[in-house]
């Protein structure tokens, strides 16, 4: 009886193996899906996830949520730079559709497996279903045992760790030999120097607001920056080929300034001489600038002064008072002066032996425009 169980059993095993050979390449007994494992029940799905790495995952490596086994690796395939993974997943699984997928390991020497989560940082959304796909951006790996143990070899062996004496030798030697005060010092001036920094830590932010704000201005004036930056280096082209002129320009403006000196210093006294002149001159305008403005007020009106016409005109009549003086040496002195007849007139009255102001004359005793005339009248 016990050998014709080992044979069904082999002949089982064989015909097996002759079923998996003809429906594809032969890749070990590890290609065959295992009896009794997780995600082999009715509802049962499988979902793909893409991951950047698979390590040491094979066919029939567990699926797991936490700590438990909900699933086995059915498939891993390599698309483009990335792994694909097919896995099969117990149907009570109860994971949002956009659920990462990791490399795990159990221990530090334990198997490998595909940890599954739910999303961290974001909301859940939806139910992971047949079909499902996790996509390269929500998988990721852990640091394997070799990973861990090369990062150790790396930091005890050319990382710094190992220079920790030699700092710590040389911190020995700089505090060594009556250093101490000098440290206290040093320490002493850098807390001031940070009391200081922080009493203007306001001016600091102040002026990176500030500075915040022009760069805001620059960036706002962008095009008009770009083009002052084209047109900059044939500007400075231009200046350069002028170079010359304008160092003669330069020399020639100091020469002219020099002379203009020259002539300054000399005429220094004369011009102050002139500046004395010219003094009296400006105080007799001043002085006479009440009359000035009165006989331009009387020029518009003449011969009657703009203030009195108010006065004089009262709506269909005017009244007025007029003192006529027709004496010679008044016509004289009203119209003849500054001409070539000055005086004339007034000379011939003082022939009649008139005073001037004097109406009617002592010695005529009489109108002068009626009494007739005489040559020898005043003598």
């Known amino acids: 009886m016990r050998a014709r169980a080992r044979l069904r059993a082999a002949a089982a095993l064989i015909a097996a193996v002759a079923a998996t050979g003809g429906c594809g390449a032969w890749h070990g007994l590890n290609s065959l899906p295992l009896p009794g494992t997780a995600g082999r029940g009715p509802d049962s799905f499988e979902i793909t996830a893409q991951l950047p790495d698979v390590t040491n ?4 490596s567990r699926v797991r949520v936490g700590d438990v086994t909900v699933g086995n690796v059915t498939r891993i395939e ?26 795990g390991q159990t221990s530090l020497l334990g198997s490998l497996h595909i940890e599954l989560a739910p999303p961290s940082g974001m909301a859940p959304q939806g139910r992971l279903h047949s079909g499902s796909s996790i996509p390269l951006s929500a998988t990721g790996a852990y640091p394997t045992t070799e990973q861990t143990l090369s990062a150790v070899s790396m930091l005890l062996n050319g990382g710094g760790l190992g220079q920790v004496q030699d700092i710590t030798a ?14 206290r010092n040093l320490l002493k001036q850098l807390s001031q120097f940070i009391d200081h920094l922080n009493a203007q830590t306001d001016d600091i932010i102040h002026a990176s607001d500030s500075l915040n704000r022009v760069v805001g201005q620059f960036s706002a004036e962008k095009s008009v920056v770009d083009q002052a930056l084209r047109i900059l280096p044939d500007a400075l082209a231009v200046l350069a080929n ?22 300054v210093s000399r005429s ?6 002139e500046l004395k002149d010219l003094g009296p ?3 007799s305008l001043a002085n006479a600038g009440p009359a000035l403005t009165r006989s331009l007020s009387v020029l518009l009106t003449f011969p009657f002064p703009k203030e009195t016409l108010s006065k004089w005109v009262r709506g269909d009549y005017a009244n007025t008072t007029t003192i006529v003086d027709l004496t010679l ?7 003849f002066t500054g001409t070539r007849w000055e005086g004339n007139l007034t000379e011939l009255e003082m022939q009649w032996g008139r005073t001037i102001g004097e109406l009617p004359s002592p010695f005529t005793s009489g109108n002068p425009l009626m009494i007739p005339y005489h040559f020898n009248q005043g003598s």
Request: aromatic share 2%; proline share 1%; charged share 25%.
């Open 57 to 60: 995952i094979q066919q029939n």
């Open 268 to 273: 220094k006294a004369a011009l102050v001489d």
């Open 329 to 335: 040496s008044r016509i004289d002195a009203g119209f």
């Open 78 to 103: 390599r698309q483009g730079w990335h792994a694909l993974v097919t896995m099969r997943l117990d149907g009570d699984v109860d994971l949002p559709a956009n659920a990462t997928a990791t490399v």
């Open 242 to 263: 002028e170079r010359g002129r304008l160092t003669d320009t330069i020399d020639q403006l100091g020469k002219l300034s020099a002379v203009g000196n020259a002539s």
């Open 170 to 183: 040389a911190l020995s030697t700089a505090l060594a030999s009556g250093r101490d005060t000098d440290l």
């Open 281 to 283: 001159v400006v105080e």
